[in-house]
């Protein structure tokens, strides 16, 4: 596997389900992102993890928990959500560091529907 | 805090047409620039990125942008545009040593045979 990788690309969940989206980065770096991408809405940063520590909630709902177990891999848990959480969720990765060089790795993507 | 302005929300050129897609930013200091090129379907790809130097950055695909202080502008262009470039494109910045990018709302770019 390369760059960064998101399971699964599809989901569809009920109001009371739990699910739990994945995201995997093979390129070293120390910084994941969470992001969500609705229709005719710019991308809204949910969740920034530095070297494994959560630096950043923009004001993210409950119903959305991420847990970041190593620099490796971010999750994105998920539960109560509502049907206008139905949306596409991309994860990022980048090497942060004094530069400012903040380019970011994106996945494919997880496609969410709440039905 | 930091914004960036796509004023064109949907674009249509043909086949072999220039292109250009406009991008405003606002920061107080010189920001790093960023476009992204996005598929129905996937994820977003680095088309190029600006840091400092020379204002015109070549990226990937045939497609350039430049760097304009007095304007605050970074706007993307390609000289003859493929129907394969037909896609979703976002302008983003990023700030000093913030590890936080801000994106454009977006520009639909359609391509005509």
């Known amino acids: 596997e390369t760059g960064v990788t998101q399971t699964p690309r599809h989901l569809v969940m009920g109001m009371t389900n739990k699910k739990s989206l994945k995201c995997e980065q093979h390129?070293?770096?120390?910084?994941m992102y969470w992001y969500k991408q609705s229709a005719k809405k710019p991308l809204e940063l949910m969740f920034v993890?530095?070297?494994?520590?959560?630096?950043e909630n923009n004001s993210v709902p409950s119903r959305f928990s991420p847990e970041c177990p190593n620099s490796s891999h971010l999750f994105l848990h998920l539960h109560t959500l509502q049907p206008e959480d139905s949306a596409l969720y991309l994860c990022a990765s980048s090497q942060v560091g004094t530069s400012g060089n903040n380019e970011q790795f994106f996945g494919p993507g997880t496609r969410l529907t709440v039905l | 805090a930091q914004s960036v302005t796509q004023p064109d929300i949907h674009i249509t050129v043909s086949e072999g047409a220039s292109l250009e897609l406009r991008c405003n930013y606002s920061?107080?200091?010189?920001?790093?620039l960023f476009w992204y090129v996005q598929s129905p379907g996937q994820g977003l790809q680095l088309l190029l990125k600006y840091f400092s130097g020379d204002t015109l950055v070549q990226g990937i695909k045939g497609f350039e942008a430049e760097f304009k202080r007095s304007q605050s502008s970074f706007n993307l262009r390609k000289p003859s545009v493929h129907w394969s470039d037909a896609a979703e494109y976002f302008c983003a910045v990023s700030t000093g040593t913030a590890s936080k990018l801000t994106f454009g709302t977006g520009t639909r770019l359609q391509v005509t045979l």
């Open positions: 390129l070293g770096h120390n910084a």
């Open positions: 920061y107080g200091a010189t920001p790093y």
């Open positions: 993890y530095n070297f494994k520590e959560q630096t």
